[in-house]
């Protein structure tokens, strides 16, 4: 089985692409898919959303993490087991702990990561004499890993703001792209200029098609500033707009923060008044993955 790559990015930070794919994950592994989550962002807001602070800390003092994996790889040189550096069963709801469900593992992130990046784009400038060498050592990785494990359906990047190595790297290997965004007016320049240049100097040479997605996120309805931007981006052929929105909401907050490393919740306790977005958007985003129809059709 191959698996869809599927990369959340997008220039602006702040937009909710860590929560959102926290949302997504947690949903298609109900739904009875496999993913696997590569934190490539070092602020590392899905592995804390995951794993909570005690857990992070824990797997960052054994060395299983994503940071730890390309440091060794590309500062060292050495090539570990890549699925020792893989943490299971990351996801603390109930249901995905029951027969016939899917789940969701993790690539932890640390902060160290960013200064991983900048190490490996100094060597790879000093010993290739190109800054861009970074970036295609960096696909060259991130294919590996998506490529190497067969049991997953998924295999999502979570990417930085901005427009890092790392971050284009993923870009270039990615089958699709969703892009969240908040309807104001400088989130949504950002994602038309990200749409218009940045994805198109990413791929650069890169043959396959992809496809583009944008998610609004944090949208208050009583704000008219918003309803007009999201009018306005209904209009715009250079990605597909998400009919799901995710409105602004405490129980986001909640969602993200993991309680205990021992403590389990259920889709409802975990998600409360988002359920329903939560259920709406796991599933758009498996019809626009394509991923089939011969996985659970969980409620």
């Given at each position: 089985?191959?698996?869809?790559?599927?990369?959340?990015?997008?220039?602006?930070?702040?937009?909710?692409?860590?929560?959102?794919?926290?949302?997504?994950?947690?949903?298609?592994?109900?739904?009875?898919?496999k993913i696997?989550?590569?934190?490539?962002?070092p602020q590392?807001?899905?592995?804390?959303?995951?794993?909570?602070?005690?857990?992070?800390?824990?797997?960052?003092?054994?060395?299983?993490?994503?940071?730890?994996?390309?440091?060794?790889?590309?500062?060292?040189?050495?090539?570990?087991?890549?699925?020792?550096?893989?943490?299971?069963?990351?996801?603390?709801?109930?249901?995905?702990?029951?027969?016939?469900?899917?789940?969701?593992?993790?690539?932890?992130?640390?902060?160290?990561?960013?200064?991983?990046?900048?190490?490996?784009?100094?060597?790879?400038?000093?010993?290739?004499?190109?800054?861009?060498?970074?970036?295609?050592?960096?696909?060259?990785?991130?294919?590996?890993?998506?490529?190497?494990?067969?049991?997953?359906?998924?295999?999502?990047?979570?990417?930085?703001?901005?427009?890092?190595?790392?971050?284009?790297?993923?870009?270039?290997?990615?089958?699709?792209?969703?892009?969240?965004?908040?309807?104001?007016?400088?989130?949504?320049?950002?994602?038309?200029d990200f749409?218009?240049?940045?994805?198109?100097?990413?791929?650069?040479?890169?043959?396959?098609?992809?496809?583009?997605?944008?998610?609004?996120?944090?949208?208050?309805?009583?704000?008219?500033?918003?309803?007009?931007?999201?009018?306005?981006?209904?209009?715009?052929?250079?990605?597909?707009?998400?009919?799901?929105?995710?409105?602004?909401?405490?129980?986001?907050?909640?969602?993200?923060?993991?309680?205990?490393?021992?403590?389990?919740?259920?889709?409802?306790?975990?998600?409360?008044?988002?359920?329903?977005?939560?259920?709406?958007?796991?599933?758009?985003?498996?019809?626009?993955?394509?991923?089939?129809?011969?996985?659970?059709?969980?409620?």
């Amino acid at each position: 089985m191959v698996a869809r790559i599927l990369a959340i990015a997008n220039l602006k930070g702040g937009v909710g692409k860590s929560t959102s794919v926290l949302m997504m994950a947690d949903r298609l592994a109900i739904l009875g898919y496999k993913i696997l989550v590569l934190d490539l962002d070092p602020q590392a807001n899905i592995s804390y959303m995951m794993l909570g602070r005690r857990s992070i800390e824990k797997y960052a003092a054994e060395a299983k993490t994503l940071t730890q994996y390309l440091n060794d790889a590309f500062i060292h040189g050495q090539e570990g087991v890549l699925g020792s550096y893989i943490i299971r069963e990351a996801s603390d709801l109930e249901e995905q702990r029951k027969p016939g469900a899917g789940r969701v593992d993790l690539f932890a992130a640390t902060p160290r990561l960013r200064f991983v990046e900048l190490a490996a784009e100094e060597r790879f400038a000093q010993e290739k004499g190109s800054l861009q060498a970074a970036e295609r050592g960096f696909e060259v990785k991130l294919r590996e890993i998506a490529r190497h494990f067969t049991e997953y359906d998924v295999v999502m990047f979570d990417c930085p703001p901005g427009f890092t190595s790392l971050c284009r790297a993923a870009l270039r290997v990615a089958d699709c792209v969703i892009s969240p965004t908040v309807p104001d007016y400088i989130s949504i320049l950002g994602l038309r200029d990200f749409a218009s240049f940045g994805l198109r100097m990413a791929r650069d040479g890169v043959d396959r098609p992809l496809k583009h997605g944008a998610l609004l996120t944090k949208v208050e309805a009583r704000r008219e500033d918003m309803r007009g931007e999201i009018e306005a981006l209904k209009a715009d052929r250079r990605f597909r707009l998400f009919t799901t929105q995710v409105r602004q909401s405490r129980d986001a907050v909640r969602a993200s923060e993991r309680i205990r490393p021992d403590v389990m919740r259920n889709f409802n306790e975990k998600y409360g008044g988002l359920k329903d977005s939560v259920r709406k958007l796991g599933d758009e985003t498996a019809a626009f993955l394509n991923l089939g129809s011969d996985k659970n059709s969980a409620d």
